[in-house]
């Protein structure tokens, strides 16, 4: 039983369903910031998931934007966040720029963002980039 290629049988995408078509396990170990990753599937390294093509990019997209918006909420709460520094912030503004156009892009598999919600966070995040930059 070769462990790199989709398994056989009775395997299915473990976001829209999707069987048939190929699959590739996700290991969500470290998340955007390079931390110990452990919000969307705590048990993700006990029981690795499999997603199709479309999903597992999607789930990656999920992962990175659930990190930046909770770094973006701690530092519109004040706190201490991944984020203060403004090469973070510029890389998270980077990076949802791209999360937006590849959900534009998506037609396929589960939605499991909100393209609104990508919308809404971006804008605060560039509203936060413009001050950050007007400052130095
Ligand atoms: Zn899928």
Redesign the pocket.
């Known amino acids: 039983m070769a462990d790199s290629t989709t398994p056989a049988s009775a395997v ?7 069987d048939r ?1 190929p ?1 590739m396990k996700l290991s969500l170990g470290k998340d955007f910031f390079g931390r110990t990753y452990d919000r969307l599937s705590p048990s993700s390294d006990a029981s690795p998931k499999w ?6 990019m999607q789930k990656n997209l999920q992962r990175d934007f659930r990190d930046i918006k909770a770094e973006i909420d701690k530092l519109g709460g004040g706190q201490t966040s991944a984020v203060t520094a403004p090469d973070q912030l510029q890389r998270a503004h980077l990076r949802l720029r791209e999360i937006q156009a590849l959900l534009g892009s998506q037609v ?3 939605r499991l963002i909100d393209p609104a919600d990508v919308t809404t966070l971006l804008q605060r995040v560039q509203s936060r980039a413009g001050s950050a930059s007007a400052s130095t």
Not at 12 to 18: I, Q
Not at 51 to 56: D, I, T
């Open positions: 299915r995408c473990d976001a829209c369903g999707a078509v699959l997603y199709c093509e479309s999903c597992s396929s598999g589960a």
